[in-house]
């Protein structure tokens, strides 16, 4: 979702997610890193999804900068979503470095991190 001027969280709010957002997140929930036996949102990898009037855009970032299977989560990230969606998508890396506190609550349990 993109914050616009009257929707910007404060610190006593939390962001809530539009319907098509939480359609394409369920929907990237099926793509699997292989190395890790995690989909990329229990991992963390998906930074953000911006809806836009006409497409969808997905900051993602990778568990290592040179990760082998990165050019096909890309495109995995991709056609996943915009078969959930009907609208084109962009996938767009993220520069900022992954680390295990980047994943969803409990995941890291099941992984045996924590």
Do not use: H
């Amino acid at each position: 979702m993109i914050p616009t001027e009257d929707t910007q969280p404060t610190e006593d709010t939390q962001p809530t997610e539009d319907p098509q957002t939480l359609v394409i997140r369920d929907a990237l929930r099926e793509v699997m890193d292989p190395e890790l036996g995690m989909n990329v949102v229990e991992l963390g990898l998906i930074r953000d999804i911006y809806i836009e009037t006409d497409s969808v855009k997905i900051s993602m970032i990778l568990t290592t900068p040179f990760c082998p299977y990165g050019p096909a989560l890309i495109e995995s990230v991709r056609t996943s979503a915009e078969q959930a969606s009907d609208i084109p998508i962009s996938v767009e890396m993220g520069t900022e470095m992954w680390n295990p506190e980047m994943m969803e609550d409990g995941a890291g349990g099941d992984w045996g991190l924590f």
